[in-house]
């Protein structure tokens, strides 16, 4: 493919993107624009863009879309991509990428970051000993080996948690459209979805949001979750009903932890705050130096290989 003539960046801001990789970029093109999202300007500059490179929260809807006539790319700057309309975009010759895999490593250690934290109370430890309080009488935790871990969606993130599951001497089942043949053979089993929850002592959500997952996690499969159950969620909140999921942990049935706290509404945030088998972190699975690395040399190499004919990571 021959040089394209103009990059639209959507809610993205040029001091954010690091130098190297921006120039990488900009090279590509004869034209580059950075513009927000909801700015007058916004359809105007998009009519002659022949790519639009957002962030995983930028609206790409059909209006957007029919307006940038010669529009042949989306890259998103995420793993996510449920903001853009990426079937209409299909339906309009227009290739929608996202970042593969970029932060499956990151991810998967944060999951059991947060797992042996909350089975062996490494924080209530830390705090008791600050106050010179060395007993440990208090103190009995659990140990994962032979323990069920339930897989839902097993991708690059869940497959590498099933992976390291079955590392540590977990019993690892998973609930996944199709068989994982690489996580088969190191024996994982893959099980409906109502057993997943019925059956596993912790679980790991780990599907993309759209049109059919989202509420994947109703009430009703809430009500099938094991008694203290932990339930880890760092894929998007609108998976699960969390109001359902909030008041099974309310009454101390199950532990509840997520880390996509930006993308909820603040007043069901503090909610969730409120409650002790609630645990809530920033956003912060995903960032670590090798992700984020991984992250903009993605990012690039997409629109490299999209001018080179030969796209990659894309979603629709």
């Not at 997943?196 to 912790?202: E, G, H, R, Y």
């Given at each position: 493919m021959s040089m394209l003539l103009k990059v639209v960046f959507i809610d993205q801001k040029e001091k954010d993107i690091p130098a190297p990789y921006l120039q990488r970029i900009k090279k590509l093109f004869?034209?580059?624009?950075?513009?927000?999202?909801?700015?007058?300007?916004?359809?105007?500059?998009?009519?002659?863009?022949d790519v639009l490179l957002v962030t995983i929260t930028t609206k790409v809807d059909k209006q957007l879309i029919d307006v940038a006539k010669k529009l042949k790319y989306i890259g998103v700057c995420?793993?996510?991509?449920?903001?853009?309309?990426?079937k209409y975009a299909r339906s309009k010759k227009i290739s929608v990428c996202n970042l593969g895999g970029y932060s499956t490593e990151a991810v998967s250690e944060f999951f059991f970051a947060t797992l042996f934290e909350q089975v062996r109370e490494l924080e209530r430890g830390k705090n008791q000993a600050r106050k010179e309080d060395y007993g440990f009488s208090n103190f009995l935790g659990i140990e994962l080996k032979d323990k069920v871990l339930g897989v839902i969606g097993?991708?690059?993130?869940?497959?590498r948690i099933a992976e390291i599951g079955l590392g540590i001497g977990m019993k690892v089942i998973y609930f996944s459209r199709k068989?994982?043949?690489t996580i088969d053979k190191r024996g994982a089993k893959k099980k409906p979805l109502d057993e997943?929850?019925?059956?596993?002592?912790?679980i790991s959500l780990n599907l993309a949001l759209n049109k059919e997952t989202k509420n994947f996690i109703s009430k009703n499969k809430i009500n099938l979750l094991k008694k203290n159950c932990i339930f880890i969620n760092l894929a998007p909140p609108p998976l699960i009903d969390q109001e359902a999921i909030m008041e099974k942990a309310k009454k101390g049935n199950i532990v509840y932890i997520f880390d996509h706290s930006d993308d909820m509404d603040k007043k069901l945030v503090k909610k969730f705050l409120g409650v002790k088998n609630c645990i809530v972190y920033p956003l912060i699975a995903f960032r670590t130096e090798g992700a984020n690395t991984a992250r903009w040399e993605t990012f690039t190499s997409n629109v490299e290989y999209l001018v080179k004919g030969k796209l990659q990571n894309v979603v629709n």
């Open positions: 004869k034209k580059h624009i950075f513009i927000a999202r909801d700015d007058k300007q916004i359809y105007k500059q998009v009519e002659d863009a995420s793993t996510a991509f449920d903001a853009i309309d990426a097993a991708g690059k993130i869940g497959s068989n994982k043949p997943i929850l019925s059956k596993s002592d912790f």
